[in-house]
């Protein structure tokens, strides 16, 4: 403070730096390069006729489409969060300190992520063949709910099952990963003002684990947006997207413009996706950087800046 | 005057390394206890000890009387119950090197989570005492701040605060200024005298001689994981009798 209040007396404050930028010609060089390639490839993409747009506007809001979204919409939240709540189990129970607990989680990731996604679906589509019959109650004893396995495992439960089960192997591994990234010391300082072992976990290391587990999780959303389209593995259709563009194209043979029907609003539904994932770090980044991340605006604005 | 910590041939093994030789310490209540020696004596293990973050071998470790971990009956000793063990915790206020605080928490969250989730302390009630600490601490303006916004002098005192908000009977402080810049040690130092003048047990595993020469009214030298000499400071710090403390005094004086 003193020193800069003498050099001030002495010389004044110096002015305000207000150099010449350095040319950066390869910058602009490679964008038009971009550009271009952009170009040519949009303009044979709408110049084609083989991609019949206007079939692709015709369908694009067809109600049988959109019901087909909702059902993948439908299909994906509850698998994901039947795979969350597994997940988290299965990461909690790795941790125990009893091995048969801690064993048990690692045998069920090992199964479900040893085997392919659409070998399980296969499975539970044949489920009422293996078990004719449900029977909930004390194991080895008495049951006391009998279920029709045909009439309770419909092909919207066996999908949810195939894919739940499945994440829920994925999201194991992902939510350790979190956990595992916490700091010790976190855990004791919580233990010493007499938190107990769940406590911890839930006040303190899960809410921190987040930031780790987010991103992932955002990663195995969209995968699971489009692994909806193998549902028809279960045995039956779910009326989901594909299979619902599927349905009209196999009755008029316009495949492409229905295909890409499909795709525009797989894309849509994983831009949300993004969305949601976005203003998730967000809330679990509180408190980890002091300026905060630098949002979408400012990094497009930055662009060819002389900071960069 | 009662016994807050008493410490009976305490050992401690890692394996087949054996950090704890036999401690024997008491600390009456009131009383504020300094630990000096050299890095590895196991003043730090010692610490963790006194609140069953480490389990100990051999000896016995009670603390207002009561065992560590463990509850007698009939010459036999029975572990305690995971909850019962944490219940035990939280009368034990422990302030780290590493301040760890809670990242995701504000500074007035950080005091007021254990209150109000582990001793049910109604919100409103808990977070009136979590200003009054922190401000006690000179931190009456960064109740909404998180962590990373504060500095290590700072932080530490928040981790003073978030102990101390579960009043507790007996306060651990394990190096609390060996990670702070040296401008920062003073305002922590600061609010330890408090802590020491307000009748608070206090055991600091520390090494700021001059504070252990004010405020201490035991000493403790440890090394390789025995307590070499014991007493007031002025005799500890000021004529030891043990050439290992003198040789150690010598070079962080």
Redesign the interface.
């Known amino acids: 403070m003193e020193t800069s209040e003498l050099t001030e007396a002495r010389t004044g404050r110096p002015e305000e730096i207000e150099a010449v930028p350095v040319r950066r010609p390869g910058r602009w060089i490679a964008a038009a390069i971009v550009l271009v390639i952009a170009a040519s490839l949009v303009r044979s993409v709408i110049t084609n006729s083989s991609f019949q747009w206007h079939v692709v506007g015709q369908y694009l809001f067809d109600h049988r489409i959109l019901s087909g979204v909702v059902k993948t919409l439908e299909l994906t939240v509850l698998s994901m969060v039947i795979g969350i709540l597994i997940g988290i189990l299965m990461a909690v129970m790795r941790q125990s300190p009893n091995p048969i607990v801690s064993g048990a989680s690692w045998l069920y990731i090992w199964f479900f992520r040893g085997t392919p996604l659409y070998v399980q679906l296969l499975f539970w589509g044949f489920f009422g063949a293996l078990y004719k019959t449900i029977d909930l109650g004390i194991p080895f004893g008495p049951s006391f709910i009998h279920l029709n396995t045909n009439a309770t495992i419909t092909f919207f439960v066996a999908g949810l099952l195939g894919f739940g089960l499945n994440e829920g192997a994925y999201m194991a591994e992902i939510v350790r990963a979190g956990i595992i990234s916490v ?1 010790e ?2 855990t ?10 769940l ?1 911890i976990m839930r ?2 290391v899960l ?2 684990a987040m930031r780790v587990i987010l991103p992932p999780t955002g990663n195995e959303t969209i995968s699971m947006l489009k692994n909806t389209s193998l549902a028809v593995a279960v045995g039956g259709s779910l009326f989901e997207l594909l299979t619902q563009a599927q349905h009209i194209y196999d009755a008029t043979y316009q495949t492409i413009p229905l295909l890409i029907v499909a795709c525009l609003w797989y894309l849509a539904m994983t831009s949300v996706a993004y969305v949601g994932q976005y203003f998730l770090e967000r809330r ?1 980044g ?5 300026a905060g991340t630098a949002s979408m605006r400012e990094r497009w604005f930055t662009f060819g800046s002389r900071q960069q | 005057m009662t016994v807050m910590l008493q410490a009976e041939a305490v050992h401690k093994r890692f394996g087949r390394l054996e950090v704890l030789k036999g401690i024997d310490l008491s600390v009456d209540r009131g009383q504020v206890m300094c630990i000096l020696g050299p890095s590895g004596s196991g003043k730090s293990t010692f610490l963790r000890c006194i ?1 069953h ?1 480490e389990k100990i071998n051999a000896g016995r470790l009670s603390v207002d009387g009561e065992l560590i971990g463990y509850r007698e009956s009939g010459g036999k000793l029975y572990e305690l119950r ?2 019962v063990v ?2 035990k ?6 302030v ?1 090197q ?1 301040f ?7 500074a007035l969250e950080n005091v007021t ?2 209150p109000i ?3 049910g302390v109604p919100r409103g009630d808990a977070r009136l005492r979590g200003q009054q600490l922190l401000e006690r601490v000179g931190l009456a303006d960064k109740l909404d701040t ?4 504060l500095s290590g002098g700072q932080q530490q005192r928040v ?1 003073i605060a ?2 101390l908000a ?1 009043e507790p009977k007996l306060m651990l402080f394990d190096e609390p200024t060996s990670a702070l810049d040296p401008e920062l040690v003073g305002d922590v130092l600061d609010a330890m005298r408090q802590l020491a003048r307000d009748g608070m047990t206090m055991i600091v595993v520390t090494h700021e001689m001059g504070f252990a020469r004010e405020v201490a009214d035991q000493v403790v030298f440890m090394d390789e994981g025995v307590v070499v000499e014991s007493g007031p400071p002025a005799e500890v710090l000021g004529s030891p009798r043990h050439e290992r403390t003198r040789s150690f005094l010598s070079k962080v004086l």
């Open positions: 700091d010391g976190q004791e300082a919580a233990a010493s003002l007499g938190m107990g072992r406590q006040l303190i809410p921190q679990y509180r408190g980890f950087s002091r | 609140n973050l995971e909850d944490a219940r915790r939280a009368e034990i206020g422990m780290f590493h760890n605080l809670f990242p995701h928490m504000t989570v254990a989730r582990v001793k998180y962590p990373v916004a981790a978030r102990a579960m």
